[in-house]
């Protein structure tokens, strides 16, 4: 008899808390992670800080609480908890209204409560601290004439009164996923401590408190160079290390990396590659390096490829010697870098074979010892004082992330641990398999499947086909948007595969399906399907085929090459690509790959006439990685050319769900709910052959 779950029930499923992200304090006595979950009415979502133990001796705490949510924890180094929110001030004159922006606020190590300790009129995000020094860092946004945040507070005031919404832009990008750059621009802010003479013993500073801090703008007029920028704090609070975006020919956008004097404000190019995008900084706890990511520049021939590199630092953050890259004969590509204590080495994650595991890299031998060794991808780790243990988030088509204990010695290396999460996983409705093949060329293909508990030879399960995203991605984590044990609840089988342009296969399996979209990325997707097919627990003759972004590229692709299919799901699809190249939010980065001949050959726009297939086309307005335009084009075109067109009446098997305020993601609580009714209801109609009903909120 099958369970009843919470992905029997979509209500149920959208009110599920959510975690993400963890911070460890500097003792190593404290872990905390932010909890999201539904507001009164079911209709957005807020989040809380919670506390959880690494020893187990206790259950996770909740420590904050508000309508509005705290994000952003980060530890002083005498344990003071900063975070961001939005919720009101008490010592405020409207004491019981929200703020417009978020502020930076303390909860005190010793108890009591949380208070306010910085405010900017753009907000405050991405707070960092010192290991050993009182200094925070964190960002804002000004406007660009403005000088301080008294004159960016006034020239927000007029924009506001005068209703002025208007953008003068001197450069690209203009947007970014689902919304519009400018006018302001993020700056970087430092709190530290002046001084005349020699600066004072770390001792002395982390004994101080952040309310004491002066606060100074460490980047102004940075233009865009700071959007979406990585960067991390040196441990004595004297300097930061930052992303610097430089323009290039053509709107082209690079990343090199950059010092800043938190005293002199005076900054310093530390590496300038250019032939690759840098990003990911992580300064050695003893200041010696910094351990950064190396993505190269794409070409339409070669995909990009990322490597880590170390660059040795002198006094005050200055280049000590030449950048040095590691692993070079190791063909992974590294996704989070976190040092030792003494900067002896560097744990990492990989993407690898469907999973994520944590690695332990040894700089000298140049070698990546693996440490875990599950179905499980790992992220945000954080390495205790001692480095007897690192802690993470651990997450897999199995259970959503929760935070685990893995041991780096002691006990056997690489034993891990669940911790007392603040939520329980949920209960799932069926069991997790693998299926792998091998592709016309002789390569490997493997892919998850999310199996019914009943599903078996004498009752075998329709059969969902997912595509991923990105497309450098891999489906080995935990999805709440794409989550296949949704549609496992209603029967089906979910195959996820990771088809060419795949993470975590080597290199050549990415540049198997490079510039080549519609060669091997669809090979290798018919092959795992055709494999999954050949199970007995399988229906071969009830199927459908789903994707996102990328993934809906290929479920448009698939549409117009094959009618094996019974349905298919296009979500943020690229229809036209001479279309999307230039009007996406990074045409640059396409550029590199989608020459003139690569996006006519591998368009699915010319295959509309070829659609046999009903699809339900799936869009958001405010996505601007996939624009609208792409979701238009394709429904006026399968209406009007494909071999479902509609008929005199007007009427077609294609379906057109839209969303005029959902971005590339449906975000809303309530809008994702629809989202799944109107999947699986389209999907009900034509692959299980069951009247559709349309969901009652769509009037």
């Known amino acids: ?27 190593g006595s404290r872990l905390i992670t932010t909890v999201s979950t539904l507001n009164q009415d079911r209709t957005t979502a807020h989040s809380a800080l919670w506390e959880v133990f690494p020893t187990r001796s206790k259950p ?18 005498d344990g003071d908890l900063l975070f961001t929110s ?70 927000r005031t007029q924009r506001k009164d005068l209703k002025v919404s208007a953008v003068l832009h ?19 802010l430092g709190w530290h401590f002046r001084h005349d003479d020699e600066p004072a013993r770390a001792v002395e500073i982390a004994s101080r408190s952040v309310e004491h801090l002066e606060v100074s703008d460490l980047t102004p007029h940075p233009g865009g160079a700071l959007r979406e920028a990585d960067y991390d704090f040196s441990p004595d609070g004297s300097f930061v290390v930052t992303t610097w975006q430089v323009p290039g020919s053509r709107g082209e956008l690079r990343g090199t990396l950059v010092s800043v004097d938190l005293d002199s404000r005076e900054r310093a190019v530390l590496v300038d590659d250019p032939e690759a995008d840098l990003f990911k900084p992580v300064i050695a706890p003893d200041g010696s390096a910094i351990a950064y990511l190396r993505e190269t520049l794409s070409t339409p021939h070669q995909a990009p490829q990322v490597q880590l590199w170390v660059l040795p630092l002198g006094p005050n953050g200055v280049v000590g010697g030449e950048p040095l890259r590691l692993l070079a004969s190791w063909d992974r590509w590294v996704t989070g870098v976190q040092w030792l204590p003494d900067a002896s080495g560097l744990v990492v994650t990989a993407d690898q ?14 070698v990546a010892h693996q440490l875990t060794d599950d179905d499980y991808t790992y992220s945000d780790l954080q390495v205790s004082p001692d480095a007897t243990v690192v802690y993470a988030l651990r997450t897999s088509y199995l259970a959503p992330p929760h935070p685990v204990r893995i041991a780096l ?76 044990w949704l549609m496992v609840a209603q029967g089906y089988g ?19 399906g490079w510039g080549a979209w519609g060669k091997a990325p669809f090979t290798d997707l018919m092959a795992v399907t055709d494999a999954a097919e050949a199970r007995e627990d399988i229906d071969a003759d009830r199927t459908a085929a789903m994707g996102g972004s990328f993934g809906g590229y290929m479920a448009n692709w698939v549409a117009g090459h094959t009618d094996r299919f019974r349905a298919i799901v ?50 958001g307005d405010k996505d601007y990685r996939v624009p609208i335009g792409e979701g238009l084009r394709l429904w006026y075109e399968l209406l009007s050319e494909s071999r479902l067109a509609a008929d005199e009446q007007g009427r077609s098997p294609h379906r057109f769900l839209y969303f005029p305020d959902e971005n590339h993601w449906v975000l809303s609580p309530q809008h994702a709910k629809i989202w799944y009714q109107v999947v699986s209801g389209f999907l009900a109609e034509h692959v299980l052959g069951e009247e559709h009903t349309r969901p009652e909120s769509l009037g």
Request: a negative charge; hydrophobic letters at 40%; aromatic letters at 8%.
């Open 353 to 366: 074979d469907g999973r994520g595991p944590v690695f332990l890299v040894d700089p000298e031998a140049d």
């Open 570 to 619: 296009t979500h943020a699809s690229l229809w036209a690509l001479d279309q999307f190249g230039p009007t996406t939010d990074a045409a640059w980065y396409w550029r590199r790959e989608m020459s003139p001949e690569m996006a006519l050959e591998n368009s699915p726009h010319r295959f509309v006439g070829e659609i046999g297939t009903p699809m339900l086309v799936v869009h």
């Open 170 to 188: 001197t450069g690209y990008p203009v947007r970014y996923w689902d919304h519009d750059l400018g006018p302001d621009e993020p700056h970087l």
């Open 494 to 512: 979910v195959l996820l595969p990771d088809p060419a342009l795949s993470t975590g296969y080597g290199q050549d399996f990415i540049q198997r």
């Open 60 to 77: 996770a705490r909740r420590l904050t609480r508000s309508a509005q949510g705290e994000t952003g924890a980060a530890f002083t180094p």
């Open 409 to 484: 010695q002691g006990e056997a290396p690489g034993t891990v641990t669940v911790l007392r999460a603040p939520v329980p996983p949920p209960t799932l409705p069926g069991r997790l398999e693998e299926v792998r093949t091998v592709a016309d060329d002789g390569t490997p293909v493997r892919a998850w499947l999310a199996l019914p508990d009943e599903a078996s030879a004498d009752e075998p399960a329709p059969l969902l086909l997912w595509i991923h995203g990105g497309p450098l991605g891999s489906w080995n984590a935990w999805s709440w948007r794409w989550n296949p």
């Open 86 to 155: 939005k919720r009101p001030d008490a010592d405020a004159k409207d004491s019981d209204k929200p703020l417009d922006v978020p502020a930076l606020w303390v909860l005190p190590a010793g108890g009591g409560e949380a208070r306010v300790v910085a405010t900017r009129p753009g907000g405050v995000s991405g707070v960092r601290t010192a290991r050993f020094s009182a200094a925070v860092l964190f960002s804002t946004d000004m406007l660009p004439s403005a000088h301080d945040a008294a004159d960016d507070e006034r020239l």
């Open 1 to 27: 008899m099958t369970l009843n779950t919470p992905f029997h029930d979509l209500d149920e499923y959208v009110a599920l808390p959510r975690m993400s992200g963890l911070v460890l304090s500097p003792d």
